[in-house]
DNA sequence: TCAACCGGGCACCATTTTGTACCCGCTTTT
DNA sequence: AAAAGCGGGTACAAAATGGTGCCCGGTTGA
């Protein structure tokens, strides 16, 4: 595109951009995990009871998705039972504080209605 | 919730965020539209022809959505020909930010794989 | 006169996403 | 012994979302 000249449409790096933002935020639940993860919720179990209304199926699907992003990390807590941490990545923390802003937007929404 | 105990669970006003957070910025193409705002196109033919891929259906439900949250105005603009300039909002722009923030955390994440 | 443009609607269909219910192996509890 | 808990998978059904194609009335251009 020329100097100065307006742009036409939006570029594919763009459009690849909202295209992952929608992959990753865009889903139903994404932002709640992320926030609880962000409020040191971390394993599987105790964020399917911390998020009611979530399926397991989804909780699953939603962390998998998160750790192929690289928004957070996945740990195996030694002993005889399987214990996993889930937890932001330093990525992750940055999308939590994104989230709570969007929160926020949301909140003052909300007020003026 | 007593002082100094931890939470069991999201209140249901953090989960009525969330899910207008994803009514907001979970649809697709929602972010682009939103980022075209931003960027000065205001026009649903010119929204139209900006975004790539758009169908005009979804453009005017994204438009019709965001005018309900108060993140977008819409004014007609006089003549003879039906003309329309949409524009964001206060709060508008500042999620047109956000998305913005997470465009780059996006970027981020592209740049490490 | 017809086509194109302006902005917008809607029925129907296709696609995608989410939820349900069940499955697994292991350990611990009842 | 059975149930419950740990973490996780999958087939199928249900729900939701997005796209196509056509429609509208108006103005302008071919």
Request: net charge positive.
């Given at each position: 595109m020329h100097q100065g000249m307006k742009k036409k449409f939006l570029s594919l790096n763009e459009r690849a951009a909202y295209h992952s933002l929608e992959d990753v935020v865009g889903c139903k639940w994404s932002a709640g995990v992320v926030a609880a993860l962000a409020e040191g919720v971390s394993r599987p179990g105790e964020l399917e009871r911390y998020i009611p209304g979530i399926s397991k199926k989804i909780l699953n699907e939603r962390l998998r998705k998160l750790l192929d992003y690289r928004l957070?990390?996945?740990?195996?807590?030694?002993?005889?039972?399987?214990?996993?941490?889930?937890?932001?990545?330093?990525?992750?923390?940055?999308?939590?504080r994104v989230i709570g802003q969007l929160k926020q937007l949301d909140q003052a929404h909300r007020e003026s209605r």
């Open positions: 957070i990390t996945r740990s195996e807590i030694p002993g005889r039972v399987p214990h996993v941490a889930y937890a932001l990545t330093g990525t992750g923390r940055k999308l939590a």
